[in-house]
């Protein structure tokens, strides 16, 4: 006898293709209407991923019984109660705290698939008997593999140890009134020229038959479609063909240029994803980051829609975002989040150093809504990190030319020879890969003698200190020479990633030229910057390079790249084997290292088996 399954939607993410049709064909009551379907069906465990499905097909929702997330606050605020009058307080001193690690940025090694542990605590359910007395308005994302094992053992099986997430839809608001059949009737004889008399009672009939019938509307809503004209059809058969290389999933294997050719297009794309980081929602942040490096390693200036619904990663809701760009000059979304006071405040918040999305919010729940008040309300509840960011706000927020981040790097290299002869120095990040101006300056240095490089970051900092460029020393980290110089330590297969890219000595500091015209003014009228030194033994120099150079999507899939493809573990302090743990030499030769640090580098990609990408190549964002 045939299971009495509720109607089932099933999410094609993650499943083959090529064995799709084979799975939709054993699903008797499968729909291909999200908003019909009592039940979501998905290869996925993840909660969060769950609701990023959802929000794909145009579901807000709620989530049910949400667990109360414990957030402290200051002893002496309640979170009823609301600042007094505040007073602007930048000249106090910096309370001597030890320095955090500033807003850490992960690339971990996980996999494309974001797949988690599955809910637990949801109440146990029975088996669905009564399934299709449910109210509609609850959405349950239930594991694939329940499906399967309704199937295996011939009876429907209760959902609780399948239940990856449950919500109610949140439903928008509408001023439409329902259509008057007096009026629609009207209408219909005059613009058709029918006055023939229609029956009444037929047509209120039909109006309430559908009106009983949730599942069957007069007007049932359909997923939206990018529309197409006529002209843009037949372009659509004159596209350019796709390169080659946007074939791949690993966008290290891409040429991606810093001013693309949908550069406009890109920069609106971030403001999204940084909505994303804003509010949490790392799967979405993930999504959109490999459509921008997609988008913009696609080499030609996109004309249509289509052009980007082909492109991989992006799929039809970028393509509408594109249509919708090109037919306003803005996204709605990002105009939203404008007007929006929360979300300008957290904008605010989170551009601190030290500061992550999850401390604005903190901040915002705290009734904070701008930097005085931070100042006034919770400067001793601050770490040392965040309260420079706080008092230095203004001129961290300033770009460095070119030239400037050339003559700070020149100064760290002169005082790392004037200390030990022989260190050579690489200015990486976004000036390497070619922009205009830059946020930061991150230069690696390193030196042939492995003896010079151990626990050396202690000693340049100290010299730039001495001569006043170094102000403040946000982060000291020595774990590189604590180890011995050796690449990070491969666990196994289980471990988790920790947070940031490496784990080798370094120095985030504050930076600030010394030399000004004291006749003019008292006062060194000199910026305040944001340097990382990052010191690398030679013989891993290459991948400290390679790891400090790209951006943030290209270093997440070259380590997807050498998990899956060369089964090994990549990291800015060196490569091991995933088998068993070893160091794999990636840099040197029959005559030993190399002879400097730029062709380490280009060993390094090419005993990966990567096409060469000068860094200028690598700015996928």
Known sequence: ???????????????????????????????????????????????????????????????????????????????????PSKRRKLESSVSPRSARSSRPTSVSDGEES??????????????????????????????????????????????????VYQGRKIRKATSKTLPNPDDVLRRARQEGGDERPSSQGRFSHAYTSASQHPRTSAHPKRPPLVQE???????????????????????????????????????????????????????????????????????YLISQPAEVAR?????????????????????????????????SVLQLFYNIWGVAATTAKEF????????DDIIEYGWDSLNRVQQIGVKYYDELQLKITRREVEEIGQTILTHANKLRKGFQMVIVGGYRRGKAESGDVDVVISHPDTAATFNFVMDIVNSLEKENYVTHTLTLSTKNSERGQTPVAWKGQDRKAGPGFDTLDKALVVWQDPHWDKESSSK???????????????????CAVIGWTGGITFQRDLRRYCKHEKGLKFDSSGVRSRTDGSWVDLESDEHGPAPDMLTAEKRVFKRLGLEWRPPEERCTG
């Open 1 to 83: 006898m045939a299971l009495d399954f509720p109607t089932i939607y099933l999410l094609p993410t993650h499943i083959d293709p090529a064995k799709l049709p084979e799975l939709e064909a054993q699903i008797p009551t499968l729909t291909y209407d999200i908003n019909e379907a009592s039940i979501v069906l998905g290869k996925i465990s993840n909660k969060e991923r769950a609701k990023f499905e959802l929000r794909r097909k145009n579901i807000q929702t709620e989530d049910i019984d949400p667990a109360p997330v414990p957030l402290s606050s200051p002893d002496t605020q309640t979170e009823d109660s609301y600042p």
């Open 311 to 343: 492109l991989p990663g992006c799929g039809e809701k970028i393509a509408t975002l594109y249509r919708q760009w090109k037919e306003n000059g803005y996204l709605e979304e990002v105009e939203e989040a404008k007007k929006d006071p929360e979300m």
């Open 524 to 542: 060194n009228p000199n910026p305040h910057r944001r340097v990382d030194i990052i010191i690398s033994p030679w013989k891993t120099a290459g």
């Open 114 to 163: 974001l797949d988690g542990d599955g809910l637990a605590g949801w109440e146990n359910q029975t088996p669905y008997s009564t399934a299709r007395e449910e109210d509609n308005s609850i959405v349950k994302v239930v594991k694939l593999s329940w499906f399967t094992d309704c199937l295996a053992q011939g009876s429907i099986l209760p959902m609780n140890n399948y239940l």
């Open 229 to 299: 004209s006529t002209s843009e059809h037949e372009r659509r058969a004159h596209m350019p063909p796709i390169p080659d290389y946007l074939h791949t999933t690993y966008s290290c294997q891409r040429p991606t240029p810093v001013n693309p050719p949908n550069e406009a297009f890109v920069k609106e794309l971030d403001k999204v994803r940084t909505l994303r980081k804003l509010k949490s929602d790392e799967i979405g942040v993930r999504a959109y980051s490999t459509s921008i490096a997609s988008v913009a390693a696609y080499p």
């Open 364 to 371: 915002y729940r705290r009734r904070w809504r701008d930097l």
